[in-house]
Each structure stands twice: as structure tokens, then as C-alpha cells.
């Protein structure tokens, strides 16, 4: 377990078996409710202003893992065939829009990299699907375009909504495999439940739900 890791207790045993390969993982609140419906407005429905509001979430998701110096961000990247059925990456218009607030501050630089990833697999649906069976989903789906962008670098990995976290870990591991340094996590929403496995810092390790889904 890397260093620095807190597993919630109350874990199932498949769950307390592996903690996540990111360094940690932060959210800006429950995948629930209003929060919900504002992802399904951007995601489901076109409505691209809800970008801006999900990217001041995030940006405040991001604020709490206190990231300091350069940070390359990578929105998780969506297979070319959704690419031209949704017409945009939900993840990359948030990302783009919690740069607007995150580069204000004077101890971090982030940097957007919108092709530093892609999505080699139009994978299925997870839904229903077991731990082993969604590795197995993943398995070979992400690749890195170019190591350089990512090599030694301290990297931010943004998504709109970590369920499972097997998208999230699969990506950590290919950017890890390509010289990642370390790999942070942050999305607008969790879904939250009692056996899930958090990547928390120490200092948080008592208050894990407040802590991935402050402001649910």
C-alpha cells in the first residue's frame, strides 16, 4: 500500500483486499440530487453553461487535496465513437472551466492536456459487473500518447463521477506504467456507500464520506 494511504474501515473483504493505485482521491460532493441532475443537464442534455458551475465544484474538489508546483491535468478520456455520439467530453469542458479558478493560485500551475490520454476500447457498460469482471473490461482500453507529457510529472486525473473507481485506477496504472510520478484523483461527485475503498490522506482518515463528499 503506498505510503500515505488510509482504507475507510467497514470494508468488504474484496474491498479492504486492494486500495486504489492513485495517490488520493477527492470529490466536491454526493452523486445525488441537485448534483446529479446538473450532470445529466451537461452530459445527457447539451446544456454546456452547467460546465461552468460543475468546473467551480471541482476546482474547490481539487483545492482540497492542496497540490503544489506544475500539475499536468487529464480529463479521462472518452472512446472516438461516444467522442462523435455526445459530440464533447463532459470531463474536458469541467476540467477546462476549474482552470479559470484553479491557476489563480501563486503555489500551483495547472496544466490542461486534452490528448495526453485516449480510450483504444469502446468498452461496455460495468453496471451489475464484478471487481475481477470490470479489470477484466478496462483491461488494455487507455493509453498514453506521449510519456513525455507525463513522465516525472505530478498529474491530475479528472472525471465527472467516480463510482467503483475501476476507470480512474486503470487509468493511474497506465500513467504510473509511463512514469507518472503520482496520480491524484478529483470528480464533481461520489457515489458513496459503506464498503467502499478511499485513497484519503492520514489526516482524514476519521471523517472518510465528509471527506470525499464534503459539501453532500
Same mark, same amino acid.
Given at each position: 500500500?503506498?505510503?500515505?494511504?488510509?482504507?475507510?474501515?467497514?470494508?468488504?473483504?474484496?474491498?479492504?483486499?486492494?486500495?486504489?493505485?492513485?495517490?488520493?482521491?477527492?470529490?466536491?460532493?454526493?452523486?445525488?440530487?441537485?448534483?446529479?441532475?446538473?450532470?445529466?443537464?451537461?452530459?445527457?442534455?447539451? %446544456?454546456?453553461?452547467?460546465?461552468?458551475?460543475?468546473?467551480?465544484?471541482?476546482?474547490?474538489?481539487?483545492?482540497? /487535496?492542496?497540490?503544489?508546483?506544475?500539475?499536468?491535468?487529464?480529463?479521462?478520456? /472518452?472512446?472516438?465513437?461516444?467522442?462523435?455520439?455526445?459530440?464533447?467530453?463532459?470531463?474536458?469542458?469541467?476540467?477546462?472551466?476549474?482552470? $479559470?479558478?484553479?491557476?489563480?493560485?501563486?503555489?500551483?500551475?495547472?496544466?490542461?492536456?486534452?490528448?495526453?490520454?485516449?480510450?483504444?476500447?469502446?468498452?461496455?457498460?460495468?453496471?451489475?459487473?464484478?471487481?475481477?469482471?470490470?479489470?477484466?473490461?478496462?483491461?488494455?482500453?487507455?493509453?498514453?500518447?506521449?510519456?513525455?507529457?507525463?513522465?516525472?510529472?505530478?498529474?491530475?486525473?479528472?472525471?465527472?463521477?467516480?463510482?467503483?473507481?475501476?476507470? %480512474?485506477?486503470?487509468?493511474? $496504472?497506465? /500513467? $504510473?506504467?509511463?512514469?507518472?510520478?503520482?496520480?491524484?484523483?478529483?470528480?464533481?461527485?461520489?457515489? %458513496?456507500?459503506?464498503?467502499?475503498?478511499?485513497?484519503?490522506?492520514?489526516?482524514?482518515?476519521?471523517? %472518510?464520506?465528509?471527506?470525499?463528499?464534503?459539501?453532500?
Amino acid at each position: 500500500m503506498p505510503a500515505g494511504f488510509q482504507v475507510a474501515g467497514d470494508l468488504c473483504p474484496e474491498c479492504a483486499f486492494e486500495a486504489p493505485p492513485f495517490d488520493r482521491a477527492a470529490a466536491y460532493g454526493a452523486y445525488t440530487n441537485g448534483l446529479r441532475e446538473l450532470i445529466h443537464l451537461l452530459k445527457y442534455e447539451e %446544456v454546456r453553461p452547467a460546465a461552468k458551475v460543475l468546473g467551480r465544484m471541482l476546482s474547490e474538489a481539487v483545492d482540497s /487535496l492542496e497540490l503544489s508546483g506544475d500539475v499536468v491535468v487529464i480529463p479521462v478520456p /472518452l472512446h472516438a465513437s461516444k467522442m462523435r455520439q455526445r459530440g464533447f467530453n463532459q470531463s474536458e469542458l469541467i476540467a477546462s472551466e476549474s482552470l $479559470r479558478h484553479l491557476n489563480r493560485s501563486e503555489n500551483s500551475k495547472f496544466i490542461l492536456e486534452l490528448a495526453a490520454m485516449k480510450r483504444r476500447k469502446d468498452t461496455p457498460s460495468q453496471v451489475g459487473m464484478t471487481r475481477e469482471a470490470r479489470a477484466e473490461n478496462l483491461r488494455g482500453a487507455f493509453g498514453v500518447t506521449s510519456r513525455a507529457v507525463v513522465r516525472d510529472k505530478q498529474v491530475l486525473l479528472v472525471d465527472d463521477v467516480l463510482t467503483t473507481g475501476a476507470t %480512474v485506477s486503470e487509468c493511474t $496504472r497506465v /500513467l $504510473r506504467r509511463a512514469g507518472a510520478k503520482c496520480v491524484w484523483v478529483a470528480t464533481v461527485a461520489r457515489a %458513496v456507500r459503506v464498503t467502499d475503498t478511499f485513497a484519503l490522506g492520514n489526516e482524514h482518515s476519521h471523517d %472518510v464520506p465528509l471527506a470525499i463528499a464534503a459539501h453532500g
